[in-house]
């Protein structure tokens, strides 16, 4: 098991039920296969540079462990969707 840290960003003109909804799928696509140390919410901060036309976003980090392959799963689930703008997986472990 490896420690992991996923970034990502929601789009901040949704509904406050609808991105907890999206925390909570990324919550539970981790935890079929991992486990969820953190889970730290920074909420809507200025982006640096525009993404789509938009100027904010609703930040969250969740650090986590997990087997190798999760990572690539998570990759391929937070591109699908629509209300997730940017993302970014770290590997802890990696020097």
């Not at 920074?42 to 392959?69: C, M, S």
């Amino acid at each position: 098991m490896n420690n992991y840290e996923v970034m990502f960003i929601i789009e901040a003109a949704l509904e406050e039920e609808k991105k907890n909804d999206v925390i909570e799928k990324v919550k539970e696509i981790i935890s079929a296969d991992g486990e969820v140390s953190n889970v730290d919410v920074w909420g809507n901060r200025k982006l640096a540079y525009p993404i789509q036309k938009k100027n904010e976003g609703y930040y969250v980090v969740i650090q986590f462990t997990a087997n190798p392959d999760l990572p690539k799963e998570l990759d391929r689930r937070l591109k699908i969707s629509d209300a997730v703008i940017r993302h970014m997986i770290i590997n802890k472990d990696e020097k």
